[in-house]
């Protein structure tokens, strides 16, 4: 197996993010237990910037 085509198909078994608990978004990285998105697990504080504009996803529980 050579490092061309046939070999970055196998890189997408993994899961490196999944769904954030705090903000919603599948943002989660498991290997550094933070979220890229809202800073979850890192500080208390929403991980913001005045340059951005975050779309709020809240999951509604029935």
Avoid: D, F, L
Wanted: charged share 35%; net charge positive; aromatic share 6%.
């Amino acid at each position: 197996m050579g490092k061309g085509t046939p070999s970055m198909g196998k890189k997408a078994r993994s899961k490196s993010h999944i769904t954030c608990r705090r903000c919603g978004r599948h943002s989660y990285s498991i290997r550094r237990r933070r979220c890229a998105a809202c800073g979850y697990g890192e500080s208390k504080r929403i991980r913001e910037y005045s340059w951005q504009n975050k779309k709020v996803n809240r999951i509604r529980i029935v």
